[in-house]
């Protein structure tokens, strides 16, 4: 074991306590709901974390990207939904056979007839058949079909009719829950990100579709949901690290948060109230957090080795340089922890994360990269 002030920075620690804490509290949750268990690894990307997610086992999971989906089906896991719309290229749909016949199930996205089409043309040339989900829009418009148009009434039944494809429900994504400003606001979209689905999949049964699944998911709507219902299945993410997006927002206390960035203060200013330290862009993102809460957030919060939030915000990033202006006097060579706005971009900035055990580095887990 080495202490955080033999690693160098800047460097992404993940506390292993809180984040099997918050694992677990989830998957407890799910289970004790009667609901399907399908988290997300975009995230972390790792396959350490992946099994901490499902108790040690392989278990149903989502991912963001098909690199993720074969280096966890490379570790064991068998049931993957692709959750993000898929592109109908030879390369995405080769690289899709070539996982379906390695795993049990991998299900895909699609929310268009294009692209319902490009599947069914795929599956007829190669004998195949895909696991397909209808991405429904539940008021983020992000993606996703609009559950109120007759069109996607007409691709759902196309869908389950079609000899190419096996339709496996209707997903959705909560997205706009991370404009909420506080806890009753994300219950209000909770509500919405559930209910749409549940409202298309009776308006589907009077056309003779049946029971569709209804697979939902957005870290704060599941968080601040002591039950899940209305949906056969949930698929939260961030809710392994949550950030200070989330802690602010009210999806977590401060002390849920799993992930900092250490980094080294490398100039000081005390005449100007200011310093620099060796984690910029490239180490925090320049994701600007709740700045629908606060204009002036930053781009993280600044604490000491324990945690403790200092009087000093980060102001500006540069690609290596991230500048803190405050009260606070930190003289070169200080390390600080600062506590993402967004642990997922973050995350995906490091090659490596440091496991943290009560101040002390007790491994070192590599996520998954490229796409």
Known sequence: MSILNDLSTPAFLVDRTVLNRNCARMRERALASGVVFRPHVKTHKSVEIGRIQHDGAAGPITVSTLAEAEAFAADGFR???????????????????????????????????????????????????????????????????????????????????????????????????????????????????????????????????????????????????????????????????????????????????????????????????????????????????????????GYGIVCDLDLRPLPMRIAALSQEHGKLVGEAHLPVGTRVRIVPNHSCLTAAMFDKYAIIDHGRVVDEWRPVRGW
């Not at 690289?95 to 692209?115: G, Q, T």
């Not at 005390?270 to 002036?296: C, F, N, Q, T, Y």
């Open 79 to 297: 049931d993957i939904t692709y959750a993000v719309p898929l592109a109908p290229s030879r390369d995405k749909l080769d690289r899709v056979r070539a996982l379906a016949a390695r795993v049990e199930r991998v299900s895909v996205l699609i929310d268009s007839e294009r692209a319902l089409q490009a599947l069914e043309q795929y599956a007829a040339s190669n004998g195949m058949v895909f696991d397909v989900f209808l991405k429904v829009d539940c008021g983020y418009h992000r993606a996703g079909v609009d559950p109120s148009n007759p069109d996607s009434v007409h691709l759902a039944m196309g869908m389950a009719r079609s000899e190419g494809v096996r339709f496996q429900g209707l997903l959705t994504h909560a997205g706009h829950s991370y404009h909420a400003r506080d806890i009753e606001e994300v219950r209000r979209v909770a509500a919405e990100e559930s209910g749409s689905l549940s409202r298309f999949r009776a308006l589907l049964a009077t056309e003779g579709l049946g029971e569709a699944r209804r697979s939902i998911g957005s870290t704060p709507t599941l968080s601040v949901t002591d039950r899940f219902s209305d949906c056969d299945e949930v698929r939260p993410g961030n809710y392994v690290f949550y950030d200070a997006f989330q802690a602010t927002i009210g999806s977590c206390a401060f002390e849920d948060v799993a992930v900092s960035v250490l980094a080294t203060v490398v100039g000081s200013y005390p005449e100007r109230e200011a310093a620099i330290v060796d984690a910029g862009a490239l180490a925090l993102s320049k994701d600007l957090g709740p700045d629908h809460v606060d204009p002036k957030f």
